[in-house]
């Protein structure tokens, strides 16, 4: 099940909300960096962790064909047992340009054949080279925002965007950053139209060790922030699953076999 977690103008940080669900996360998972301004995590949370692949290595084998041979290569495990691994994003935003977004949808939708979800952290929805491809194939589209007014206004310019223009066919739904800056979850989700998949809280301590690679002390797992993010993934998974399931079609009915019963052929 691929997820995509996009922001508008201004909304605060999403890469290091996207990171605190994956870590989260109640299935394996995968966090496929996307952003076109280029891939924080192994800068930040990897302390500069040096590996040679990533983003730019997995389009490549896109085009050269049979990408999801090559998927495994290019991540890395986020956590000790390997339920959450990272996509790393690209080192130099140029190569956002030459990135052919419908391929790489396709390899990220697959999900390993269905073994794993996938939540891209596609960036900002207005940036150069979006991978909008991406967001057309997601099952779910997050857009994260602070509760701020500023905030809020940017997030509903962003939503009529994807419900209009781009006539997105998943479940749209707002992930609140920082909620009662002023305004609360219940709030934003009604001035937005849209269901919210939750809210995080502002947890400077937490947040420094998944953007920096500050130390993160042996009760980080029982941070405010990754407590909610525990709530938030789970229930995203749920929403996202039950909108799948609409939008797949019922398998076709399988015609009765045909039998002889006293010299004719019924059904």
Known sequence: ML?????????????????ALALSWP?????????PAGGDVLPGYGRGEPFAGGLADLE??????GPALHLDRQLLRLDSEGRARLL???????????????????????????AVDVVADCGRRRAEHFPAAVVQ????????TGSTLRAVRA???AIAELRGREAYPGMLGTLVIG????????????????????SLPRDPKAAAVLSDGAPAGRLFTQSPL????????????????????????PPAPVPAPATTFGGSRVR
Do not use: F
């Not at 299935?27 to 952003?35: I, S």
């Not at 490549?60 to 064909?65: E, I």
């Not at 194939?137 to 994260?144: H, T």
């Not at 407590?227 to 229930?235: E, G, H, L, M, S």
């Open 179 to 198: 909620p009662g800056e002023p305004y609360g979850e219940r709030e934003i989700s009604e001035a937005l139209g849209v269901p919210s998949v939750g």
């Open 60 to 65: 490549l084998a896109a085009r050269r064909g």
């Open 88 to 114: 790393p994003g690209l080192a130099d935003p140029a190569g956002a340009r030459h990135m052919d977004w419908n391929r790489l949808a396709a390899v990220l939708a697959a999900g390993e054949d269905g």
């Open 155 to 157: 997030a509903t310019q």
């Open 27 to 35: 299935r394996p998972v995968v966090l496929a960096e996307l952003d």
């Open 137 to 144: 194939r997601a099952a779910a589209v997050v857009l994260a």
């Open 226 to 249: 990754l407590r909610a993010a525990r709530t938030v993934a789970t229930r995203l998974v749920e929403l996202a699953a039950a909108h799948e399931s609409r939008l797949t079609p």
């Open 3 to 19: 997820i995509a977690l996009c922001s508008a103008k201004g909304a605060p940080g999403v890469t290091t909300s996207g990171l």
